[in-house]
């Protein structure tokens, strides 16, 4: 007993998010956070770098791209990781993405906490900036069901991906299973396959397959343990969280599904069905971030390629593996607006009142959001040859850590690779923080402010 309790304390004391950071703590969650995913950043670039990891050799600048694509489970690459990556290094990035998609700190806290049963302070502040979970949620229980649930649903799609790749007669059906299932469950858009999805571009299936794993995890945890609650108590009441989350995303998929089966002609060839699945996957692929595509984007029109950026910017859920500005942001911002319009004080969706200090934090969100994008989008067109259009989806891409592309990202300069770096990065922590650090800043300068009426 006694030599547990040591164990138990050593493992209390070593705190491998603190080796991971360089010793690096702050009081602030959202700087925390910040490091954390830059020292992944760092690691998977050292190992990425090794010989061994790559089969041609590959620029800093195209493997510090890649990590970055990984741990913030985008799917841009600069490369063919098939061909351009030994098994080793493919190991790597398929590990980088879980480690994104999970979260940061998740599978350690779970380790320790399934050890130890204790669960640290600065972890719950870190994890719970991380999710963007409101304050009445265990941090304990999510970490719990979060790992559980997604081993789960990962292992269910690599066996069925396995299955119709198997069929299919591609090569190594086992280990593309298990990387496009994790892959699409993080919402990353990386494959092992040329061009993305495109030789699945009829085939049901896969479609099915890979579409249900991004919505699953672009929906979120908070919808999954809602879901769990209500197939375990059939009188447990879905949270006004979920209803909305359910909404958005079902309008998001009507729409944009019917956009693309209507208004793109490059899909024309295809019979209805298959119109009708490349429109629903490529609207899932945008909304949820998972980022895979069965058909050339490149050959989309202006509006198409407009509709898919519009829905990257709006992206997946709270607590959800997929990036973008959130739904629950959006309903809040367009509740402020409807309701400002309407002359209203209280902003309101339905019968329920929403805080005012969560409209604040979804219009600071979005604006930044909108900030980072413009000023991304305007350093591009300084440093590439390429159109506007291609250029504006590269950038939403990137910063909604989508992955979904024209065709342009192995051809940008060094400078356009290190901007788009940058921007998945942020995409991964900044709509996280950038947010709520501005709100605590201005909060401590209000004690020394005094109020004044100004006309807008």
């Known amino acids: ?256 599904t019917l956009q693309i089966f209507f208004f793109e002609p490059s899909i024309a060839h295809y019979n209805i069905g298959n119109r009708l699945m490349i429109g629903f996957f490529h609207t899932v692929a945008a909304w949820s971030t998972s980022g895979f595509n069965t058909v050339n984007l490149g050959a989309f029109n202006i509006g198409s390629l407009s509709t898919l950026s519009a829905l990257m910017f709006i992206g997946s859920s709270p607590s959800g593996t997929g990036g973008g500005v959130k739904s629950t942001t959006l309903s809040a911002v367009l509740a402020f607006v409807f309701c400002k319009l309407g002359d209203k004080r209280d902003i309101r969706i339905g019968k329920h009142r929403i805080p005012t200090y969560r409209v604040d934090s979804a219009l600071t969100d979005i604006i930044f959001y909108g900030l980072i994008l413009f000023i991304g989008t305007y350093i591009l067109t300084y440093t590439e040859n390429f159109s506007f259009t291609q250029i504006l989806v590269e950038t939403t891409s990137a910063l909604g850590t989508v992955g979904l592309t024209t065709g342009i990202t192995a051809n940008l300069s060094d400078a356009g690779k290190i901007i788009l770096t940058i921007l998945m990065y942020i995409g991964r922590v900044g709509v996280l923080t950038f947010g709520n650090a501005m709100l605590i800043r201005m909060s401590n300068k209000e004690k020394n402010t005094v109020n004044a009426d100004i006309a807008i």
């Open 1 to 256: 007993m006694k030599q547990e309790n040591k164990v138990k304390s050593f493992l209390l004391k070593f705190d491998l998010e603190r080796l991971l950071t360089f010793g690096y703590v702050s009081k602030l969650p959202q700087r925390n956070l910040l490091m954390g995913y830059f020292s992944y950043i760092v690691f998977g670039l050292i190992f990425l770098m090794m010989p061994f990891s790559q089969r041609v050799p590959i620029s800093i600048v195209d493997n510090l791209f890649n990590v970055t694509s990984a741990i913030s489970t985008t799917g841009l690459a600069t490369v063919n990781l098939c061909t351009d990556y030994t098994y080793f290094g493919q190991f790597i990035m398929l590990l980088l993405i879980q480690l994104g998609g999970i979260g940061y700190m998740t599978l350690s806290s779970y380790i320790l906490y399934r050890m130890t049963h204790h669960f640290m302070r600065i972890k719950n502040g870190v994890m719970r900036t991380s999710f963007t979970l409101p304050a009445e949620f265990n941090m304990q229980e999510l970490v719990r069901d979060v790992v559980k649930f997604t081993f789960f649903i990962e292992l269910v799609g690599a066996i069925l991906l396995w299955i119709l790749f198997a069929d299919k007669g591609t090569v190594l059906p086992l280990w593309n299973g298990i990387f496009i299932s994790i892959s699409s469950f993080c919402t990353a858009g990386f494959s092992l396959f040329n061009n993305s999805l495109t030789i699945f571009d009829t085939n049901i299936g896969v479609n099915i397959v890979v579409s249900i794993l991004s919505i699953i995890g672009a929906m979120g945890f908070i919808f999954i343990r809602d879901v769990m609650n209500k197939i375990r108590n059939i009188h447990y009441s879905i949270t006004f969280t979920t209803k909305v989350i359910c909404s958005i995303s079902l309008v998001l998929t009507i729409v944009g």
